[in-house]
C-alpha cells in the first residue's frame, strides 16, 4: 500500500497531531511505503523523523492568514502535482484544515484517489465540554461565547461548508472524536485506529526520576480552551490549602497577548513566586520537568479530545484531576489515576489535588497512573491500527492498494 500524508511539520505550532506524525512515521514506513507532503518548514523533530524513516518528503509552501490557509488554489494545485507524480493509493489530510478538507476531495476525485482526514477535534467546534446532538445548535453556542476575532470571521466564513461533514471520508484515532463526530453526522464513511497514540515509557519513566519540587504541573499550549485561566483560580484555591504549594507550567503561549493577560492575573492573584513557567520543552528535558511535580492539573475546557500531554504525565507516574468532559470520560474514564471534577468547579479541583497530595494517596494513584500509560506504549500498535484503517476504508471504496494488485 502507497499512502501520501499531508501534513504540517512543526511539533510547536501543530502540537498533538504533528507529534504523532513525528513518532508513527517510523513504524508506519516499516509497513507500507509512505510519502509525506510536509506543509511549510520541518523543525528538528519531524526532520529527524523523515530521516530515520527513509521516506520520500515533499515540500509543500505554507502558510496561514488567522485559520485561512493563504494561497489556497496554488498549495491544492502542487498538491495536485504531487499526487499525479507519485500515484499513491490513498490520500491522508493528517489534521482537520479545513481549507484542504474543502478544496482537496474534488481534485482527488478527478485524479481518482481516495481521501481521508483524521481529525483531531471537531471542524468550527473545537470540542464542547457539554455537547447535544445538533450540530447546528452547538455552533451557535460556540459563536455566542467565541471571544476572539479571527475565530468568529473564520466561523462565519466558513460555515456554509458544513454539508461537507456529512459525506467526508474520517479516519478516527480516538473515542472523543468517533462520541462527537458520529452524533453530529453519523452518516460519514468512517474507519477506526485505535490505539491512536502511545508514549515511550521507558523514556519518560527514566527521564522522571528525579527530585520532587513541585506539587502540581501543567502542561499544554498555553491557552484558553486548555483551561489556562481556570489554573490561577485553582492554585490560587490549593494554596488556601497548602500555603507552600508550587506549580510548574510547561509550554509557549499561544500569543502575546494571552502571555500579557495571564502574567498580569498570575501576579494580581499574589501567585508570582507560587507558579514556575518553563516555557516550551522537549524531549528529556520535558520528562525531567514533568517528573519534578507529584500532580497534574488539567482543567481543558473545549481544547481536547485526547491529551497527550494528559498521557504523557500518567506514563511519568503523575496522577491527575480534570473536569467531567467528554474526553477524560471517553478515554481516561477507567482509571482512579483520573479524578473527573464537574465542569467548571475551581473549588472542588483544588481539594482533590489537595486529597491526592496526601501521602496515602498519592502513591497508590501514582501506580494506577504508570499502569493505565501501559496500555499506550507501543507506537508499533498505533502504526499497524492505522494501516488496518487504511486497508479497510480502501475496501469499504471498492479500492485496492496497488502492491497487492500487482502481487496477484
Not at 513557567?277 to 520528562?287: D, I, M, N, S, V
Amino acid at each position: 500500500m502507497k499512502i501520501l500524508l499531508i501534513s504540517d511539520v512543526d511539533v510547536e505550532s501543530g502540537r498533538g497531531p504533528v507529534t504523532r506524525l513525528a513518532s508513527v512515521l517510523p513504524e508506519l514506513s516499516r509497513r507500507a511505503e509512505v510519502v509525506v507532503g510536509m506543509l511549510g518548514e520541518a523543525d528538528e523533530t519531524c526532520r529527524r523523523a523523515i530521516e530515520t524513516s527513509q521516506v520520500r518528503a515533499h515540500p509543500l509552501p505554507f502558510a496561514l492568514r488567522g485559520w485561512n490557509v493563504a494561497d489556497l488554489p496554488g498549495l491544492v494545485g502542487r498538491i495536485e502535482g504531487l499526487v499525479r507524480h507519485e500515484r499513491p493509493d490513498l490520500v491522508v489530510l493528517y489534521r482537520e484544515i479545513w481549507d484542504l478538507m474543502h478544496a482537496l476531495p474534488p481534485v482527488l476525485a478527478r485524479a481518482g484517489v481516495p481521501f481521508l482526514v483524521m481529525p483531531h477535534s471537531v471542524p468550527f467546534l473545537d470540542a464542547m465540554a457539554r455537547p447535544t446532538r445538533s450540530f447546528a445548535w452547538d455552533l451557535c453556542r460556540r459563536v455566542a461565547t467565541e471571544r476572539r476575532g479571527h475565530a468568529l470571521r473564520y466561523l462565519f466564513t466558513h460555515v456554509h461548508q458544513v454539508g461537507l461533514l456529512r459525506t467526508l471520508p474520517r479516519v478516527m484515532i480516538n473515542q472523543t472524536v468517533s462520541v462527537y463526530l458520529h452524533g453530529y453526522f453519523p452518516q460519514a464513511p468512517t474507519v477506526h485506529a485505535l490505539p491512536g497514540y502511545a508514549v515511550d515509557l521507558d523514556a519518560i519513566r527514566s527521564a522522571a526520576d528525579v527530585e520532587k519540587t513541585y506539587d502540581v504541573a501543567f502542561m499544554a499550549k498555553l491557552t484558553a480552551g486548555k483551561g489556562l485561566f481556570h489554573l490561577l483560580d485553582v492554585m490560587r484555591r490549593l494554596r488556601r490549602l497548602r500555603p507552600e504549594a508550587r506549580m510548574l507550567v510547561i509550554g509557549s503561549f499561544e500569543n502575546a497577548a494571552v502571555e500579557r493577560k495571564f502574567r498580569a492575573a498570575r501576579d494580581r492573584y499574589g501567585l508570582r513566586d507560587a507558579i514556575h513557567l518553563a516555557g516550551w520543552l522537549t524531549g528529556e528535558e520535558k520528562y525531567r520537568a514533568l517528573g519534578s511535580a507529584r500532580t497534574f492539573c488539567y482543567p481543558s475546557i473545549s481544547a481536547d479530545t485526547f491529551s497527550l500531554c494528559l498521557l504523557e504525565a500518567l506514563a511519568g507516574g503523575l496522577p491527575a484531576v480534570c473536569y467531567d468532559v467528554p474526553f477524560t470520560r471517553a478515554v481516561y474514564g477507567t482509571t482512579p489515576a483520573v479524578r473527573r471534577v464537574p465542569f467548571a468547579s475551581r473549588s472542588l479541583m483544588a481539594g482533590e489535588l489537595h486529597n491526592l497530595l496526601a501521602a496515602h494517596t498519592l502513591e497508590s494513584a501514582s501506580t494506577a497512573a504508570t499502569e493505565f500509560a501501559t496500555g499506550y506504549s507501543s507506537w508499533g500498535a498505533v502504526a499497524d491500527a492505522e494501516l488496518a484503517a487504511y486497508g479497510n476504508f480502501l475496501g469499504l471504496v471498492g479500492a485496492e492498494p496497488r502492491a497487492e494488485t500487482e502481487h496477484r
